[in-house]
């Protein structure tokens, strides 16, 4: 029997078909075995424990996107206020002065002049 590699997921449909055998042993009234991760009651067990964590996993999935979604909104309004702020120094200081300087912006004497382009002929 080869390793089994439990830090992967199963397919899917692999579980849908172990649901469906699940539910298919369930109709057998006669089942009884001596290996005890095989009887009815493991199954059971094993059957609500994926249960209950598929739905913690789904709760856990749904709180990361909103918390994801919050930073977002929160990341785009702090951008937004820092251009604000940057558009309001401008306006105050200068586009050359020192304060525009301080808050990221490039003063406008920084800038290179644009040059001639020099026309080639033939």
Do not use: C
């Amino acid at each position: 029997m080869t390793t089994q590699n439990t830090t992967r997921r199963l397919r899917p449909q692999l579980i849908s078909e172990d649901v469906s055998s699940w539910h298919g042993l369930q109709t057998i009234n006669t089942y009884e075995t001596n290996r005890a991760d095989a009887s009815a009651t493991k199954l059971q067990q094993a059957y609500q424990a994926m249960l209950a964590q598929q739905q913690a996993e789904t709760e856990k999935q749904t709180l990361y996107r909103a918390a994801a979604d919050a930073a977002r909104l929160a990341e785009w309004e702090f951008h937004n206020a820092v251009l604000a702020m940057k558009e309001v120094v401008r306006g105050q200081y200068g586009l050359d002065s020192d304060q525009a300087q301080a808050v990221g912006l490039k003063k406008k004497s920084e800038y290179k002049r644009p040059s001639r382009k020099k026309s080639v002929t033939s």
